[in-house]
């Protein structure tokens, strides 16, 4: 069945009871959101992030996905303010960078660079 509105508008939106042809739109439809939400990518928000990497605050988030190697959002929204990154694209970031991972790891990190960049006496 080929789901043409525009020839069906009649019994899709003036008919209010129902009818074959919603019956038959619904049914495909249905089956179409289905195969999509099987190809949905996960995307991930700051707050995500910042549950993940086990981080008090959004300004640490905001630390990291500042940096000029970080992922690009994928996609924005509510008018910008709300950036979705790429959950592949984050787990490429943190093989690269994996003291960003927990607080452990950047407590290790930033010994690490006291050691071997700050105090190289």
Known sequence: MDLDFETNRY????DWHQNKTK???TQKLQQQAQ??????PQLLSREDL???WQM???QS?????SKPNFPQP???FNHGKTPLYLETEIQIFEINHPWVITPGARLAY?????RNVIDQS
Not at 61 to 65: K, W, Y
């Open 110 to 114: 930033s010994h690490w660079i006291l």
């Open 74 to 76: 994928v996609f924005n």
């Open 35 to 40: 195969i999509e939400k099987t190809q949905l």
């Open 61 to 65: 988030v905001h630390q990291v996905v």
């Open 50 to 52: 910042k549950i993940r």
């Open 23 to 25: 019956q038959a739109f």
């Open 56 to 58: 008090n605050s959004r």
């Open 11 to 14: 019994d899709l939106f003036d």
